[in-house]
């Protein structure tokens, strides 16, 4: 069987492979980042397709392969698919300098990814709504002198200026404060949750005539509290609907209109498409 550190680096060039992105740093942070020291002593239970099996012992490279670990098996927790974060953070590129919150940290495996991605200059904000969690993820980053662990709701609590945020629970619409705490240029990547059979990725540019709202991928996480019911009044989107959205609008600055494709309280998404104000 091959090294932990050579199957953590193989793992590296796989993750970076599957990123789709020019920045090289991606590979380098995938293999500096030990994963077994967010998951807690083994042998870990992992979920591969339909199946749950125990790691054979608790030599970590059984976890640099694209498998779920379990972290909560009652609360249906997990680190997540490494091969999905992968894609994320290539469509959502960090960059050095740049501040991220992190909604649904977890134990703050991709936390620490984040938090090497924005180095120098660079932080996160990481918000973990589950006590036992958040105190695991702030023992496990204590040597990360540019992440901050908050122990809150998300949706209930005002976020920092952000020029990244990354949610990792699954919201029917992102709430307008999260729009709101995008920097110009900041992008937000979020699992979209409309209903129980529509499942999509989206990544949001917020431009200064709009937000580019951009559905990429199918994505299931588990629901974000306080964020993933639509009340009675929501248009609720067919998927093929929710696909063809490419912006998404607060209602204080613009009302719903025939290209809405859904609509809940404060936020809706259209199929209009917003481009860049010409600076000529």
């Known amino acids: 069987m091959a090294k932990p550190d050579e199957a953590r680096r193989f793992y590296a060039r796989l993750m970076a492979a599957q990123a789709r992105s020019s920045d090289p740093r991606i590979e380098e942070v995938f293999a500096s980042v030990l994963r077994e020291a967010f998951l807690g002593p083994g042998p870990w239970t992992v979920f591969a397709g339909e199946g749950r099996f ?34 994320w953070l290539g469509k959502v590129g960090p960059k050095p300098g740049e501040h991220v919150t992190h909604i649904g940290a977890g134990t703050g495996y991709y936390t620490a990814l ?19 969690l958040a105190a695991r993820a702030k023992a496990n980053l204590a040597a990360y002198g540019n992440v901050e662990i908050v122990q809150a709701d998300a949706v209930a609590n005002p976020l920092p200026p952000s020029d990244v945020i990354y949610v990792n629970a699954g919201v029917v619409a992102p709430p307008a404060a999260w729009l709101k705490a995008l920097t110009p240029g900041g992008r937000m990547i979020f699992p ?26 199918g994505s299931w996480f588990i629901p974000c509290v306080g964020a993933s019911i639509a009340k009675p009044a ?5 998927r093929e609907r929710a696909a063809r959205t490419r912006s998404i609008w ?23 498409t917003v481009r860049a104000e010409s600076t000529r």
């Open 54 to 87: 125990e790691t054979p012992s608790a030599d970590p490279t059984y976890i640099y392969q694209n498998v779920l670990v379990v972290l909560d098996a009652d609360k249906g927790i997990n680190n997540g698919e490494p091969l999905l974060h992968a894609m």
């Open 234 to 238: 929501a248009k609720i989107p067919t």
């Open 250 to 272: 607060l209602r204080e600055d613009k009302a719903p209109d025939r290209t809405a494709t859904a609509v809940f309280g404060d936020v809706w998404f259209s199929s209009r």
């Open 114 to 132: 984040l938090a090497r991605l924005v180095q120098p200059g660079g932080g996160v904000t990481a918000f973990e709504l589950e006590a036992g």
């Open 192 to 217: 979209w949750r409309p209903s129980e059979t529509v499942g999509l990725a989206v990544l949001i540019t917020r431009l200064e005539n709009g937000f580019v709202c951009r559905p990429f991928m």
